[in-house]
């Protein structure tokens, strides 16, 4: 069974910074895709940022502008993501989660994902 822990959410202030984990089970990250996905209120899914198993290939959504960071420890079978200057915009659930193939384009389409983390930007 497939699980995925999500932690590091919280509340900050905008222009703060948090690091989020997600503790991965029941299979090796190596393996798969994995990434982040969010989820605002009354909003849909959306993509944030992806590894691909392809050499380690890292893609990442356009309105991140080079704040968001992702990285993995393989030894741990952990994935983090690093945000810096926090919107609040960025409010919403945040959700690791991992595909069998490739990185999905989108918020959907991930083979598995976790409970998620709520991450809260005040302004």
């Known amino acids: 069974e497939v699980q995925l822990q999500a932690s590091g959410g919280g509340l900050v202030k905008a222009g703060g910074s948090l690091r989020l984990s997600c503790a991965v089970s029941?299979?090796?990250?190596?393996?798969?895709?994995i990434g982040w996905t969010r989820q605002a209120p009354g909003k849909e899914r959306e993509g944030i940022a992806c590894?691909?198993?392809?050499?380690?290939?890292?893609y990442y959504a356009d309105y991140e502008k080079g704040r968001f960071t992702i990285s993995r420890d393989n030894i741990k079978n952990t994935v983090f993501l690093q945000m810096t200057s926090l919107k609040p915009e960025d409010t919403a659930v945040y959700y690791c989660?991992?595909?069998?193939?490739?990185?999905?384009?989108?918020?959907?389409?991930?083979?598995?994902w976790g409970q998620g983390t709520l991450v809260t930007v005040s302004s």
């Open positions: 029941g299979i090796t990250i190596d393996d798969v895709a």
């Open positions: 590894i691909s198993t392809y050499e380690g290939r890292k």
């Open positions: 989660a991992v595909d069998d193939l490739s990185c999905p384009p989108a918020g959907v389409g991930w083979d598995s």
